[in-house]
């Protein structure tokens, strides 16, 4: 750290201390880690009946479809794309959930080229009902840019991977001990603005289309 | 941005005679109004969420200096690096610096009021790097070379004529020049306009909603997405956020983002909330090579040691600037700085001083309903007459003025004084006003009468009549 930043550290916390009447020795042991420990639940909620979940999603404007088996994903990608002729190449992430999906008779690739990259298919390792948001961790073969650089975005989720809250995502993640991925995101429906005289407009930086496909039976 | 806020009543008398402002102003109060209501009435107890969401935010700011290491010790664990600016030129130079080392050109920006606050984009510009916003609200006001007029909507003071001409003059260069009418058509314009910007640029600029000290994080919750191919894209990320963002937990998070979007724009969630840790990884294909990230005091230390520091939980959502009548007339612009409304209205003078926006804790006509939609209840009215206290201690503010109210000060401690003063200006005004029953002008109080009438009194003083219903049912 350098010099000025040490410099300006130092006055900003000093000034904080004066207003809050605390010394940089008075510390309560440990404020944060109590905090975090009562605030972290044990038991994860997963929800069964995924009703609330879809028709979240459907509101923000993102289209569902639930299959009864893994294969069925390349079939209703399939479906999709021909439906709403779409032609590009299908950029596929990889995912430990769905290893080895046999991709035959579409045009897909597993090279990431954030400059070419119009149709993608990302897994989401949860969903939460409260938001109906979907959530995404990035890794090396699961960059954070496929779900933002896409025109038409596919997210695959597994049925029983549906929770209650955001808190239970928290706790979810945080039973390997890991750190936290660079990113995570969650996602609830395409993207949109509201900008121009406060009109919903789908379709603004990010995907204009984001069709979910839930795997039952996994 | 330079703040002219000391020109409150010019640019109030302004805002007023714009018909094209009234007519957006009217859109937004209507929209984000109802669409709030209708959100929260869905959830079972949100007064109890408020309730919550308030300690959270105090128990963070009793413990800031704690939780400000505990961000920097696990932001910098996972390569993150950490500055400290005490104010908007250290920021900047920072910002500056950073840029410079990498031989920036092009800086994309996803929407961050830090970054009005410290006129990033000025400094950028002087420096001789592009600041290129890609909100695009932001985008908006940037091609009109204006400020933002609002937290949430930034261009919300500008009709879709006013866009589609604004579009038609700066696109023609990307070689678009058929003409747009559609709302659809100017957002997709801009999208692909944008793509390779988002590809090429040397660097991404985000502010943040919340940091998280458990884990070093920032979040950004937005819609549009541009705010995460800025903070994905990139060789570095660089975010400017408050040092009030920090929240001890991703728990907190949770609960502070239940109330975020639905005070903001009334949606249960918005499209995209997105946690950021540090740079990216090792055999990762994207994000950026290096993550920094300006904590930002401008004011909000002093801000903390003084009567106002509740003012510090404010999340930024912009509810109290919708339910806001005096902002509903005027609009954002005439509180002549970043932050309009109420929340502006005690944040600037805060930050800028009173001598330079001294009539903002004026301009407010105590309804209390800011503080009603608040969702970490900050007692706005409250925090607006302890600056015009202030002010008053300070000797600042016009002549008249003190003088008014020292006389009237005076007068109200002299109860028989007082009341015969007033029963005789009273009796003066029903007199003149009788047959109108209002006064489109009247001695010392044009600012009134120029955009609404003064009402001529009715019947005697609440004194008197207390007095009399007194007599009546007490015998
Ligand atoms: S003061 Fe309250 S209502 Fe206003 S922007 Fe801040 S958090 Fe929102």
Known sequence: MDEQNKESKRVILQKIRSATKSDEYSHKDNILRSRMKKNKSTEIKYVSNLDVFISKLEQAKATVSVVSHKRDIITEVHKYVSQHQISSVITVAQHTDFPSLDWEGVDTTTQYNPKALSTSVTFAVMGIEETGALVMLSSPSSPTGMNFLPDHHFIVLDADKVVKTMEDVWAQLSKSGEPLPRTINLITGPSRTADIEYEIQIGAHGPKSLHVIIVKNH | ?475
């Not at chain 2, 502006?344 to 001294?358: D, N, R, Y």
């Not at chain 2, 301009?363 to 970490?376: H, I, M, Q, W």
């Not at chain 2, 009134?448 to 009546?472: A, I, L, M, N, V």
């Open chain 2, 1 to 475: 941005m330079q703040p002219h806020s000391k020109q409150f009543k010019s640019n109030v008398t302004k805002a007023l005679a714009d018909p094209e402002l009234q007519k957006s102003l009217f859109t937004v109060k209507k929209g984000l109004v109802e669409n709030r209501a209708k959100a929260i009435s869905l959830v079972s107890d949100f007064e109890l969420l408020r309730e919550k969401a308030k300690q959270i935010k105090q128990h963070t700011l009793s413990q800031l200096d704690y939780y400000l290491e505990e961000f920097e010790t696990n932001f910098t664990a996972q390569g993150g690096q950490l500055h400290w600016a005490k104010d908007a030129s250290e920021a900047q130079q920072i910002i500056v610096g950073i840029c410079h080392k990498h031989n920036a050109k092009t800086v994309v920006k996803g929407k961050s009021m830090a970054g009005e606050e410290i006129s990033i984009n000025e400094a950028l510009e002087a420096a001789g790097i592009e600041p290129i916003e890609t909100d695009l609200g932001e985008y908006i006001v940037q091609l009109a070379n204006e400020p933002p007029s609002h937290i949430i909507v930034p261009c919300v003071h500008k009709t879709r004529a006013q866009i589609i001409e604004l579009f038609a003059k700066h696109h023609k260069k990307y070689g678009y020049d058929k003409p747009l009418t559609e709302v659809e058509e100017l957002v997709l314009q801009v999208r692909e306009i944008m793509r390779s910007k988002f590809l090429n640029a040397d660097i991404g600029i985000t502010g943040a909603n919340f940091l998280v000290a458990e884990t070093g994080t920032s979040v950004i919750v937005t819609n549009e997405g541009n705010g995460d191919l800025c903070s994905t894209l990139p060789k570095v990320h660089i975010v400017t956020a408050g040092l009030e963002k920090i929240v001890p937990t991703l728990n907190d998070v949770s609960m502070l983002s239940r109330l975020l979007a639905r005070s903001a724009t009334g949606q249960e969630s918005t499209a995209y909330t997105t946690f950021a840790t540090g740079p990216q990884r090792s055999d990762d294909q994207d994000g950026p090579e290096e993550m920094h990230i300006v904590l930002i005091d401008n004011g909000r230390t002093d801000l903390l040691n003084s009567e106002l520091s509740e003012m510090l939980r404010c999340i930024r959502c912009g509810a109290c600037i919708n339910h806001c009548p005096v902002y509903g007339s005027v609009g954002g612009h005439a509180y002549g700085w970043v932050y309009p409304g109420p929340m502006g209205a005690v944040l600037t003078p805060a930050i800028i001083g009173l001598e330079e926006a001294g009539d903002l804790p004026n301009a407010c006509t105590l309804n209390g309903r800011c503080e009603t939609v608040c969702p970490v209840k900050i007692p706005l009215p409250k925090l607006l007459r302890l600056l015009r206290v202030r002010q008053f201690k300070e000797r600042k503010g016009s002549m008249i003025w003190r003088g008014g109210i020292q006389l009237w000060g005076k007068l109200a401690s002299y109860p028989v004084v007082y009341h015969f003063l007033v029963n005789i200006g009273i009796r003066l005004l029903s007199f003149l006003g009788a047959k109108k029953g209002r006064f489109n002008k009247l001695l010392l109080a044009r600012s009134w009468t120029q955009s609404r009438d003064f009402p001529s009194p009715q019947g005697s003083t609440f004194h008197s009549q207390w007095k009399k219903y007194k007599k009546d049912h007490h015998g």
